[in-house]
């Protein structure tokens, strides 16, 4: 999912459009920003620690990766357990932002 997260943040940087990462949940902030910067993740991600509940309990995240597909409402839209085919995830968000520049 790496290089399609990263093709979906150049591409939508003016738009907008908000990739955020809840990957990293072995608690150890300085490793995981670490890592994220190795891979050139350069969105927002949530770590979960030891002070919190974990994030995927709170979303019931069943499987990685697990995307949500959220409107400018905050609106669940879609989710999917596991990755989407190539290109279906990539619409579903370009019909989303596609919202958003519309009069209301």
């Known amino acids: ?9 150049e591409r939508l940087g003016n738009e907008f459009f908000t990739l955020l990462g809840v990957d990293c949940n072995d608690g150890d902030v300085r ?3 670490a890592r ?15 002070r919190s509940p974990p994030l ?10 697990q995307l949500y597909l ?4 905050g609106v669940i839209r879609q989710r999917w357990l ?5 290109g279906v995830l990539e619409q579903a ?3 989303l932002v596609a919202e958003t520049r519309r009069p209301h």
């Open 36 to 50: 994220f910067a190795e891979q050139g993740v350069t969105w927002r991600n949530a770590i979960d620690d030891e």
């Open 31 to 33: 490793r995981c920003a």
């Open 56 to 65: 995927s309990g709170l979303w019931n995240v069943r499987t990685v990766p």
């Open 1 to 9: 999912m790496l290089p399609r997260e990263r093709a979906l943040v």
């Open 82 to 86: 596991g990755a989407p085919k190539n």
């Open 93 to 95: 968000i370009d019909e």
């Open 70 to 73: 959220l409107d400018a409402q």
